[in-house]
C-alpha cells in the first residue's frame, strides 16, 4: 500500500529556505502513471496548491508562488522535495505531499501524506 | 489560473438531510473537477474526480454533477461521519482549489 511522509523543520526563520522531502513506500516514484506534488493549508485557513513534479522531472508550479518554489525528485525515484525561498509568517502552513493521478491535465490528488506543521518565526 | 468558488461556505445540516455543495468559477474547466472531504486534523480524502466519478470505497449517498462552469456535491442522506469540510479543485489549468464549505452539526 503507497504511503507518503513528509519530513523536515518545523520552525524556520523569516528570509531563509523551507525544505521539505517526501519520502515514498510502498510504490514508485519512477511512474508514467502519476504526478506528485506539494500542497500546503494555513491554519484555519483552505488548501493552496503549490506543484507537481513528474517522474522525469517536469515541473508545474502554482503562478502566484513560482519564483520561490523549486520541486526536485530524486534521482532513486525514492522521494521528491521542496523548497521555498525567502520565507515570511504568510508561509506558515500545514505541507502535505501527495499523488496526483491524471485523466488530464496534472490531475487529481489520491493520495496523501499526513501533513507537517512549518511555522516561520524568529 | 481558474479561481473557484464555493457556496456556501458553512453549512448546519441534521442527520439525513439531504446536502448540496455547489462549486463555481468565471471561466470554463469542462469536467475537470475533484471533490475532497477534509477532518480536523488530517490530510483531505478523494471522493470524486471528473465531476461524477465516484472513488472505490466512497459510499454513494455522495455523488458530483455539472460541467463547464458550475459543479455540485451532493450528500443525500447526511450521515454522522460526514460532518466535515468539503473542497472542489478544478485540473483542466494547472490546479486550484475552491475555498472550502464546512458541513456541520445543525
Known amino acids: 500500500q503507497l504511503q507518503l511522509q513528509e519530513s523536515g523543520p518545523g520552525l524556520v526563520k523569516p528570509s531563509e529556505t523551507l525544505s521539505l522531502t517526501c519520502t515514498v513506500s510502498?510504490?514508485?516514484?519512477?511512474?508514467?502513471?502519476?504526478?506528485w506534488g506539494w500542497i500546503r493549508q494555513p491554519p484555519e485557513k483552505g488548501l493552496e496548491w503549490i506543484g507537481s513534479i513528474y517522474y522525469s522531472g517536469s515541473t508545474y508550479y502554482n503562478p502566484s508562488l513560482k519564483s520561490r518554489v523549486t520541486i526536485s525528485v530524486d534521482t532513486s525515484k525514492k522521494y521528491f522535495s521542496l523548497r521555498v525561498s525567502s520565507v515570511t509568517a504568510a508561509d506558515t502552513a500545514v505541507y502535505y505531499c501527495?499523488?496526483?493521478?491524471?485523466?488530464?491535465?496534472?490531475?487529481?490528488?489520491?493520495?496523501w501524506g499526513p501533513g507537517t506543521l512549518v511555522t516561520v518565526s524568529s | 489560473d481558474i479561481p473557484l468558488t464555493q457556496s456556501p461556505s458553512t453549512l448546519s445540516a441534521s442527520v439525513g438531510d439531504r446536502v448540496t455543495i455547489t462549486c463555481r468559477a468565471s471561466q470554463s474547466f469542462d469536467n475537470w473537477l475533484a471533490w475532497y472531504q477534509q477532518k480536523p486534523g488530517k490530510a483531505p480524502k478523494l471522493l470524486i474526480h471528473k465531476a461524477s466519478i465516484l472513488e472505490t470505497g466512497v459510499p454513494s449517498r455522495f455523488s458530483g454533477s455539472g460541467s463547464g462552469t458550475e459543479f455540485t456535491l451532493t450528500i443525500s442522506s447526511l450521515q454522522p461521519d460526514d460532518f466535515a469540510t468539503y473542497y472542489c479543485q478544478q485540473y483542466k489549468t494547472y490546479l486550484t482549489f475552491g475555498g472550502g464549505t464546512k458541513v456541520e452539526i445543525k
Open positions: 501527495a499523488r496526483a493521478s491524471y485523466d488530464y491535465s496534472i490531475g487529481y490528488f489520491d493520495n
Open positions: 510502498g510504490g514508485s516514484i519512477n511512474s508514467r502513471s502519476y504526478y
